[in-house]
């Protein structure tokens, strides 16, 4: 397994921005996809964005233009940059990191703790 840690989350206004980080336990090349998936209360956790290994990027409609992850393959850190945040983008934000065998299956299927990210309005 991987462990994860995220920082970053926090209270701000509708139309600010905060960048989230995930720092993986071992090398991220060794991963092969790097995601952000959020919770809202009373809903189910979804996609919000993921990254190859080769760089190739994934995001949700309600996000696209407004999120960007990236990597740093130096310091095995995952980030998500969120700008003209909505009060609809209020959810605890998790990180996920996911290898896969030779068939497809998964054999690491990791998850952070989790940050709070609330937008007010």
């Known amino acids: 397994q991987v462990q994860l840690v995220e920082s970053g989350g926090g209270l701000v206004q509708a139309g600010g921005s905060l960048r989230l980080s995930c720092a993986t336990s071992?090398?991220?090349?060794?991963?092969?996809?790097m995601g952000w998936y959020r919770q809202a209360p009373g809903k189910q956790r979804e996609l919000v964005a993921t990254?190859?290994?080769?760089?190739?990027?994934n995001y949700r409609d309600s996000v696209k233009g407004r999120f960007t992850i990236s990597r740093d393959n130096a310091k095995n850190t995952v980030y998500l940059q969120m700008n003209s945040l909505k009060p609809e983008d209020t959810a605890v934000y998790y990180c996920?990191?996911?290898?896969?065998?030779?068939?497809?299956?998964?054999?690491?299927?990791?998850w952070g703790q989790g940050t709070q990210v609330t937008v007010s309005s």
């Open positions: 990254i190859t290994s080769g760089g190739n990027t």
């Open positions: 071992r090398s991220i090349f060794s991963i092969n996809v």
């Open positions: 996920n990191a996911k290898t896969f065998g030779s068939l497809g299956e998964i054999i690491v299927n990791s």
